[in-house]
């Protein structure tokens, strides 16, 4: 072995255990991660990489899985200021009487920003490095998520009513098209087209959202057959089902997320696998407010690409993505009536791969593999509460530890460092929460 054969790398990670994700279903054991710049430079067994590589940094995780990071394929991050303000109520009830009216009263550029920063450090802590957005003032999220490091697919809002963002669909379109041109060729932030429901947009926004989305390549995330009365009030009103409605427009594709997807029969699902959209399972939320189940494992079956998102905190009622994994998870095999349903490591890939896929970025994100960018979390199993530790995967999806991710980097940049953040100033935005809190729970108790 020469000098001249001896690469160079930024940092290396020496896991006890590494969960690459492609390939599926595989557990590696003392492997190494070589970072050079943003991106992986090798995944190796950690014998070769003594022999190959020399590194700046090594970082050892003798107790650790590594893995890719989490990719949170649906929210709105600024709710989490309304976390647990309004909890066991109907969906409609929950929109109509609480939530709408608290947003009518609050919603700022302030509030979004501050609710937006609480959410990215619940994210970053419980290992997710990627998140999609859906809310009001998307260029605060954008330039908050960029200038944090982390990676967000932020999805303008379009309703067919006024909203403290803007007059109505002219302007939602206007501004949304100036924002996907900001942000089109960002590595971290993925602009994308968020009409809010088909209870909430009419056909003339939601034809022109499909145009915006053709001439830019923006994608469109939607929420989509969440309740019962949702698809009955469609049926009464239009004599189709949502989903039939939205290909009419063209609004399902490859390019398209449909949130939620609870109340699907074999002709929603036909329609997905034939158009390519892909579906965003939300089971938290969707069991907090009774929405219904999503038969997840049909859906894979059938082909469909399916991806994972907590929805915001205010129905969560938190944005622990592995928790979020460990539910879907269970309720899974439940739906299916099958204990094989959606295994540890399905769970992780919807949560990574599925997650990079439904985003359009799969060639970058979701596994661990040399040329893709540095994305990737360590989660910490030495509590005496993990033991024994006979698979990692299924440690990480039934033990639902969110907060034992340890270490988190994007890019290659730490974010994340023995438990404790690295880019966010959390007693100061303690601060700033519990004002919002204060002026909230005043208003609430009027």
Same mark, same amino acid.
């Given at each position: 072995?020469?000098?001249?054969?001896?690469?160079?790398?930024?940092?290396?990670?020496?896991?006890?255990?590494?969960?690459?994700?492609?390939?599926?279903?595989?557990?590696?054991?003392?492997?190494?991660?070589?970072?050079?710049?943003?991106?992986?430079?090798?995944?190796?067994?950690?014998?070769?990489?003594?022999?190959?590589?020399?590194?700046?940094?090594?970082?050892?995780?003798?107790?650790?899985?590594?893995?890719?990071?989490?990719?949170?394929?649906?929210?709105?991050?600024?709710?989490?200021?309304?976390?647990?303000?309004?909890?066991?109520?109907?969906?409609?009830?929950?929109?109509?009487?609480?939530?709408?009216?608290?947003?009518?009263?609050?919603?700022?550029?302030?509030?979004?920003?501050?609710?937006?920063?609480?959410?990215?450090?619940?994210?970053?802590?419980?290992?997710?490095?990627?998140?999609?957005?859906?809310?009001?003032?998307?260029?605060?999220?954008?330039?908050?998520?960029?200038?944090?490091?982390?990676?967000?697919?932020?999805?303008?809002?379009?309703?067919?009513?006024?909203?403290?963002?803007?007059?109505?669909?002219?302007?939602?379109?206007?501004?949304?098209?100036?924002?996907?041109?900001?942000?089109?060729?960002?590595?971290?932030?993925?602009?994308?087209?968020?009409?809010?429901?088909?209870?909430?947009?009419?056909?003339?926004?939601?034809?022109?959202?499909?145009? %915006? /989305?053709?001439? @830019?390549? =923006?994608?469109?995330?939607?929420?989509?057959? +969440?309740?019962?009365?949702?698809?009955? &009030? !469609?049926?009464?009103?239009?004599?189709?089902?949502?989903?039939?409605?939205?290909?009419?427009?063209?609004?399902?594709?490859?390019?398209?997320?449909?949130?939620?997807?609870?109340?699907?029969?074999?002709?929603?699902?036909?329609?997905?696998?034939?158009?390519?959209?892909?579906?965003?399972?939300?089971?938290?939320?969707?069991?907090?407010?009774?929405?219904?189940?999503?038969?997840?494992?049909?859906?894979?079956?059938?082909?469909?690409?399916?991806?994972?998102?907590?929805?915001?905190?205010?129905?969560?009622?938190?944005?622990?993505?592995?928790?979020?994994?460990?539910?879907?998870?269970?309720?899974?095999?439940?739906?299916?009536?099958?204990?094989?349903?959606?295994?540890?490591?399905?769970? %992780? /890939?919807?949560? @990574?791969? =599925?997650?990079?896929?439904?985003?359009?970025? +799969?060639?970058?994100?979701?596994?661990? &593999? !040399?040329?893709?960018?540095?994305?990737?979390?360590?989660?910490?199993?030495?509590?005496?509460?993990?033991?024994?530790?006979?698979?990692?995967?299924?440690?990480?999806?039934?033990?639902?530890?969110?907060?034992?991710?340890?270490?988190?980097?994007?890019?290659?940049?730490?974010?994340?460092?023995?438990?404790?953040?690295?880019?966010?100033?959390?007693?100061?935005?303690?601060?700033?929460?519990?004002?919002?809190?204060?002026?909230?729970?005043?208003?609430?108790?009027?």
């Amino acid at each position: 072995m020469t000098a001249e054969t001896i690469n160079a790398a930024d940092i290396r990670i020496n896991a006890r255990w590494l969960i690459p994700i492609e390939p599926a279903n595989t557990v590696l054991d003392h492997q190494a991660v070589l970072i050079q710049g943003d991106r992986i430079a090798a995944v190796l067994p950690q014998g070769e990489a003594d022999a190959r590589y020399r590194a700046k940094e090594v970082i050892d995780l003798p107790y650790h899985v590594v893995l890719p990071g989490l990719i949170n394929s649906h929210g709105h991050a600024a709710m989490s200021l309304f976390r647990g303000m309004a909890d066991d109520l109907p969906l409609m009830t929950w929109l109509n009487d609480h939530i709408w009216p608290a947003e009518g009263e609050f919603i700022s550029e302030a509030f979004v920003a501050d609710g937006t920063q609480l959410a990215m450090a619940e994210m970053l802590r419980t290992g997710t490095t990627t998140f999609s957005d859906m809310y009001f003032f998307p260029e605060i999220v954008a330039q908050l998520a960029r200038d944090t490091g982390m990676r967000a697919q932020v999805c303008f809002p379009l309703l067919d009513f006024p909203t403290p963002w803007g007059a109505g669909p002219d302007e939602y379109l206007s501004k949304g098209k100036a924002f996907i041109e900001q942000w089109q060729d960002s590595l971290f932030i993925f602009p994308a087209i968020g009409p809010h429901a088909p209870y909430t947009v009419s056909d003339e926004p939601l034809t022109r959202a499909v145009e %915006l /989305a053709g001439e @830019t390549g =923006a994608a469109i995330q939607i929420h989509l057959h +969440e309740t019962a009365s949702e698809v009955t &009030e !469609a049926m009464e009103k239009t004599g189709i089902r949502p989903t039939v409605r939205m290909a009419g427009l063209g609004l399902l594709g490859p390019n398209t997320q449909c949130v939620h997807m609870t109340q699907i029969d074999d002709s929603d699902i036909a329609l997905l696998k034939q158009t390519g959209a892909h579906v965003i399972h939300c089971p938290e939320s969707n069991l907090k407010l009774a929405s219904g189940l999503s038969p997840v494992q049909q859906l894979r079956d059938a082909g469909v690409n399916v991806a994972i998102g907590t929805d915001g905190a205010a129905s969560n009622n938190d944005l622990d993505l592995l928790g979020e994994l460990s539910t879907a998870a269970m309720l899974a095999k439940a739906v299916a009536g099958d204990a094989s349903a959606l295994s540890a490591h399905e769970a %992780l /890939a919807m949560a @990574t791969i =599925a997650g990079a896929r439904a985003i359009g970025r +799969e060639s970058e994100l979701g596994s661990l &593999e !040399a040329g893709k960018l540095a994305d990737l979390i360590a989660v910490d199993l030495s509590d005496p509460f993990l033991q024994p530790v006979y698979d990692p995967a299924s440690h990480l999806v039934y033990s639902r530890h969110g907060r034992q991710v340890s270490h988190s980097w994007i890019g290659g940049v730490p974010q994340v460092q023995d438990g404790e953040l690295t880019r966010i100033d959390v007693p100061d935005l303690m601060l700033r929460v519990q004002s919002w809190s204060d002026r909230i729970r005043e208003q609430q108790s009027r």
